[in-house]
């Protein structure tokens, strides 16, 4: 089993939209939990950094730790067409050296259609 | 601005050629990354440095080598050793005590 799992899509919607990423882990030690936004030829952008479990919001985007079900989600209110992107999930745990430790997902490739 | 920087953003080298990626940061940071980024292969880390003057390898360092002469600064050398050295390669920094990194915007590389 992979450490973290990410659907890569492609996810096509339409504006204005709540769209639903998702990933999962077997990793229980894994505590911080991050998702980039990655735009066609660009480097990956941090989005949401998230402690632990619970909910983090930040304008149209919400982050959900779910750490008994090793899952989290990111999910993105009113999508526009600004949104489309792939995405990133992104996690490490604490005390296993530096960021060199985070792991990746492979990414969801997100189309928001005007 | 702080930020990180890569260039050049687009090259081409020859088979046999070995070629040399920039990047800087002013983020004052002490840790560097490089990954190798391919389609459907997701991030994949090549070399680290958490300090000036010593790195590891990650994942996938055969056929690359590294140096971290300043703070500012991780240069990536492809070498002709690397077998599908075609790809996309993304530098990154962080803090010495953060769980996170930050990218640059990256270079593409291709072989002809």
Redesign the interface.
Known sequence: QKEVEQD?GPLSVPEGAIVSLNCTYSNSAFQ?F?W?RQYS??????LM?TYSSGNKEDGRFTAQVDKSSKYISLFIRDSQPSDSATY?C?M?A?GQG???K?V????TKLTVNP | DGGITQSPKYLFRKEGQNVTLSCEQNLNHDAMYWYRQDPGQGLRLIYYSQIVNDFQKGDIAEGYSVSREKKESFPLTVTSAQKNPTAFYLCASSPSSGNTIYFGEGSWLTVV
């Open positions: 890569p911080y991050m980039y030829r660009k480097g990956p952008e941090l950094y990133l992104a490490s604490q530096g960021s060199e985070l990746f997902g492979k990414g």
